[in-house]
């Protein structure tokens, strides 16, 4: 067994740390733990859709870090990582603090990526975090009264744009002509075909333009200019949604550390190249031999489960497990009480499928909303397939 001396330090407790530190805790409650996050609060992105729809509210998806650990023996600490001296094991923060680590493990996500098209940051709205959740809900909301329609775009025809174009077509009826930009043939080309075609469908219904094969190239405050067919276009906008993509959130990350298409590269056990005590998870590593995971919360989830246990094996001078991903599959809000699942041979679409994702959902929250958790009991007598989806996924996850 492995004398512990200085603490485990997590940085970045999303959805990769905090499965991290739980399983960790849950595993071996004596370890040290310290999990270090830039923010006061854990953000369940996937639901900040029905936030800006308020069919929840912030409290219910967005619960303080430091009510999750405090009761759990685990120590938290709000700050932002700028530095690691791998040789020293020493974590350097802005506000000066310099901390020691026996292991580390990194998990700072993604940050959107404006791919340098001239005048996104200037003139875009971004869904990515909380901040951008709150700039985009006041600025719509100063359109409510309007009398005319104004012109919305959203670039990036991927789940956040399907699924935030969907929300604001059913919150703002008549207010807003709203069209998603999208580069490639077709919307959602990652994704299940039954939920892209339930996708399609309610785009159609709700009357949203898709502009395929088009990419923007430019964005000013009153004109998005999109290249189609090779001929650029100079549209009228009120409104740009930015959605096109993300990329890893690694300001502290120098030339020590390998990266691959700017991710940190790991092997399958998420040690970092050269720095075995140090490990990688989620959106910000990219693991050698299985490069194209998509960046999803269930990936991230999924990697903090599997290392937790590895890290317990290192403790006890075990050999470390690799890493196996597990399809899950996925689902899609597609507007106010409307989504569409393909999960573990279920397909299920509308307002059963918008509860069930809702429930999966509350069931991975950290510490479960209580107002999501009561509406579970009516659901399950409804719809017996509807408890086995969401036992299934539960479970797995
Ligand atoms: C609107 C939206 C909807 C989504 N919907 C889905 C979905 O339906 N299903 C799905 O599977 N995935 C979904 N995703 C993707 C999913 O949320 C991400 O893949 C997932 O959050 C990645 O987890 P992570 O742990 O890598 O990073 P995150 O969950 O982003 O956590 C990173 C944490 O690191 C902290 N941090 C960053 N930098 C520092 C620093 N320097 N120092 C200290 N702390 C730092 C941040 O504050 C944050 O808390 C969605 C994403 C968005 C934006």
Redesign the pocket.
């Known amino acids: 067994m492995k004398l512990i001396k200085k603490p485990i330090v997590i940085?970045?407790?999303?959805?990769?740390?905090?499965t991290v530190a739980l399983n960790l805790k849950k595993l071996n409650p004596s370890l040290p733990i310290l999990v270090?996050?830039?923010?006061a609060k854990?953000?369940f992105?996937?639901l900040?859709?029905e936030v800006l729809s308020e069919e929840l509210s912030m409290w219910e998806t967005a619960p303080e870090f430091s009510n999750i650990f405090s009761n759990l023996g685990i120590t938290f600490l709000r700050?932002?990582?700028?530095k690691i001296r791998f040789d020293e094991k020493i974590l350097e923060f802005c506000d000066g603090l310099n901390i020691g680590y026996e292991f580390l493990i990194l998990?700072?996500?993604?940050v959107s990526n404006n791919f340098s098209v001239n005048g996104v940051d200037e003139n875009c709205y971004f869904?990515?975090?909380l901040n951008d959740l709150k700039k985009l809900k006041s600025l719509l909301q100063r359109f409510q009264n309007n009398k005319t329609k104004k012109s919305l775009f959203v670039v990036g025809g991927g789940?956040?744009g399907v699924?935030?174009a969907c929300k604001i077509s059913d919150i703002y009826k008549d207010k807003f002509d709203i069209s998603i930009v999208e580069r490639s043939n077709e919307i959602l080309g990652r994704n299940k075909i039954f939920n892209r075609e339930e996708a399609e469908k309610a785009l159609e219904r709700k009357k949203i333009k898709v502009i395929l094969n088009s990419t923007v190239k430019e964005i000013s405050d009153q004109k998005i200019s999109i290249l189609d067919d090779s001929e650029i276009k100079d549209l009228d906008q009120d409104v740009v949604i930015w959605t096109a993509g993300?990329k890893p959130?690694l300001?502290?990350i120098d030339e020590q550390v390998t990266q691959k298409d700017g991710r940190i590269l790991v092997n399958e056990k998420f040690q970092i190249e050269n720095h075995g005590n140090s490990f990688a998870?989620?959106?910000?590593s990219i693991i050698k031999g299985i490069e194209d995971l998509p960046?999803?919360?269930?990936?991230?989830m999924q990697q903090?489960n599997h290392l937790a246990k590895n890290i317990e094996l290192l403790i006890q001078e075990k050999d470390l497990l690799p890493f196996d991903f597990e399809d899950n599959g996925?689902?899609?809000?597609l507007g106010i009480g409307e989504a569409s699942i393909s999960a573990l041979g279920v397909t299920l679409s509308g307002k059963l499928a918008f509860e069930a994702r809702r429930l999966i959902y509350a069931s991975k929250m950290p510490d479960i909303s209580k107002s999501l958790k009561s509406t579970a009991s009516w659901l399950f007598q409804k719809n017996p397939r509807l408890m086995t989806l969401f036992i299934k996924n539960r479970k797995q996850i």
């Open positions: 940085v970045g407790a999303g959805f990769g740390g905090m270090v996050d830039s923010e854990f953000i992105k996937p900040m859709y700050n932002c990582l700028t998990c700072t996500g993604s869904f990515n975090n789940p956040s699924e935030i993300v959130n300001p502290y998870i989620g959106d910000i960046l999803t919360a269930q990936i991230a903090g996925e689902m899609i809000s």
